[in-house]
């Protein structure tokens, strides 16, 4: 039993098609979601050649009767929304069907659905349905999407090389692998396998498929609530920090999400943890009543307003302190390679960047995928159970007592105790320990002041003396008694009790500096740049002779620092290289 039917108007679809479907990720993203909402528990997504001659995508889903395998097919007749807010309300993806017409009006689409019942089998070519037959199949649905675009040449020249599609397909399937841990992925490009999730539900093993073993390693699970919002996730060490948001995942109620906002709190958690061009790994879900967000954006950018953002900030900042604070975040030297894969994702990456830097315009290039022979092994190492440093300790047993063994190359102090070898730099150290030490001494608003038995005259450029007239009272309000004094000089007659006595007159021009520089005035971050430039000025430097006293005590008193783990400017402090890894760097084992 076979009959051809007429679709909606194709010229309508076509037109949708431009909007809705411009990618062959955005065809990928709508088949994989209605295989999500067809309570699908295993999801293969195959490709031919990114995606550009094929997409199959198979679930084992309820699968369909007939009707719904044929209604699915014409437009308007399938979404279950009724509005915006809908998508964060229920179970649904959402959009239902809503892109489904316009990918059929395309394409040669083949579907076969088994709903338990019965195997339907619909044939759609560029929109006309050509056959509806009974058919045989497991339970669930496959849709294969053949020769996208085929009817439509405009749009296909805008498909971009095989590269960019295929890293825009990867990048989706990575995040709604990490949105669903609980669903089995796998993802094949021309036969390879690019990722396989095992549908276990555990999120850690879904970071280590995409991530690597290293990464799932020192990842750090955070949970907790206030009354508006729930967050669970992992958090990565800052040693594994990133130069781009990329691995920055963010869910609402376990939907995708980019919201810069909530970028910026996770970052500013890490503010000295790591350097500020840098960004941490995160996947997190935060659950929250959906009258609390705000969708006025376009659905598929996926972005929302929380309304409630500073409780949201004030949670998330917690979560992620307190763990940061409860470990040892070492860097630890291993003696091991990266997996293929993350290499590979990185490479992926980096050409979407350059891509979204780069015009529209470029040859689709349909041959450089083979010629590069992008190989990338899906990483079957397992993330271990337990790991030892994978442990909230308290402040104090994050670093046990290091002992001087001597100086390298002027500026790393080697130490050492019973669990291994430690390089500290010498600068990193002594300014992490001098930036808290300020920091903690400006916060005090003790109005100690230190008179100067001779006043001490700074003279300066003729536009910095006019700046700088208009804001003495910063520097009032630090503690300084200064006055006019001539052409373009001031006069300083006491100083805050905590600057340095020596040279004086070298940090009070720094401060100076920052008074002059400053725009906006947010007191704490003026405290803090205050704090940073003098550590910086005032620590040891590299190449700075050195005794083992004082390296001992530079090495007991960072230890007794809020985070010893990194200078202001997130730089690290410490690396080691622990008993085990050296003994398995040099084989100790051979000879036992
Ligand atoms: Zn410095
Ligand atoms: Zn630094």
Request: hydrophobic residues 40%.
């Amino acid at each position: 039993m076979s009959k051809v039917l007429l679709m909606d108007p194709d010229l309508a679809n076509k037109i949708a098609a431009g909007e809705v479907v411009e990618k062959v990720v955005s065809v990928v993203k709508e088949l994989v979601e209605n295989a999500i909402d067809a309570q699908a528990t295993e999801i293969k997504i195959e490709l031919v050649d990114s995606g550009v001659k094929e997409i199959i995508v198979t679930d084992d889903g309820i699968g369909m009767d007939k009707e719904d395998a044929v209604l699915c097919f014409s437009r308007h007749a399938t979404s279950k929304l009724k509005a915006l807010e809908d998508l964060f309300n229920i179970e649904s993806l959402g959009f239902r069907g809503e892109a489904l017409p316009s990918i059929a009006s395309v394409s040669n689409t083949t579907l076969t659905t088994n709903d338990g019942k019965e195997t339907t089998n619909v044939v759609i070519d560029g929109g006309k349905i050509v056959s509806v037959k009974a058919s045989d199949a497991p339970k669930g649905t496959k849709i294969r999407v053949k020769n996208l675009f085929y009817n439509t040449p405009v749009r296909l020249k805008y498909l971009k090389n095989l590269y960019v599609e295929l890293a825009n397909v990867v990048e989706y399937v990575d995040k709604i692998a990490l949105s669903y841990p609980n669903i089995r992925f796998s993802l094949y490009n021309n036969e390879k396998n690019l990722l396989n999730t095992d549908g276990s539900g555990n999120l850690l093993k879904v970071i280590s498929k995409i991530y690597g073993v290293d990464v799932a390693k020192k990842m750090i699970p955070i949970s907790g609530s206030n009354g508006d919002y729930t967050i669970t996730g992992f958090i990565s060490y800052p040693e594994k920090a990133r130069s781009n948001r990329n691995a920055m995942t963010t869910f609402v109620n376990n939907r995708l999400i980019r919201n810069n906002d909530l970028n910026k709190v996770i970052t500013d958690a890490y503010h000295t943890y790591i350097p500020a061009s840098k960004f941490p790994i995160v996947v997190l879900n935060i659950e929250v009543d959906p009258l609390l967000i705000d969708i006025n954006i376009h659905p598929t950018k996926m972005d929302i307003k929380f309304s409630k953002m500073d409780t949201l900030k004030e949670l998330l900042e917690k979560l992620i302190l307190e763990k940061l604070e409860h470990r040892n975040l070492i860097p630890t030297l291993e003696a091991k390679e990266e997996t293929k894969r993350e290499e590979s994702s990185e490479i992926l990456k980096k050409i979407i960047i350059a891509n979204e830097e780069t015009s529209q315009e470029e040859d689709n290039n349909y041959n450089r995928l083979e010629e590069m022979q992008l190989d990338f092994d899906v990483c079957e190492e397992e993330v271990p159970l337990y790991n030892p440093n994978a442990v909230d300790v308290t402040k104090k047993e994050r670093i046990k007592k290091m002992y001087p063994v001597g100086l390298a190359l002027g500026t790393y102090i080697i130490a050492e105790n019973e669990d291994g070898l430690y390089m500290i730099d010498q600068h990193a150290a002594a300014e992490r320990i001098n930036y808290e030490k300020y920091l903690k001494k400006m916060g005090t608003h003790d109005n100690h002041m230190q008179d100067l038995l001779i006043p001490l005259k700074i003279e300066l450029s003729n536009t910095d003396y006019l700046i700088l007239k208009e804001k003495m009272d910063k520097l009032r309000d630090l503690n300084f008694e200064i006055e006019e004094f001539g052409i373009n000089t001031i006069l300083v007659r006491s100083h805050p009790y905590w600057l340095p006595e020596y040279a004086l007159e070298e940090a009070i021009r720094k401060i100076i500096d920052i008074v002059i520089s400053e725009k906006e005035f947010d007191p704490y971050k003026f405290t803090e740049k205050i704090a940073i430039t003098l550590a910086c000025k005032m620590s040891i430097k590299a190449n700075d002779h050195i005794e083992m006293v004082a390296m001992e005590d530079l090495l007991d008193r960072l230890r007794e620092t809020e985070n010893p783990f990194t200078c202001p400017h997130g730089r690290p402090t410490i690396i080691t290289y622990s008993k085990y890894e050296l003994e398995k760097l040099f084989m100790r084992s051979m000879e036992k």
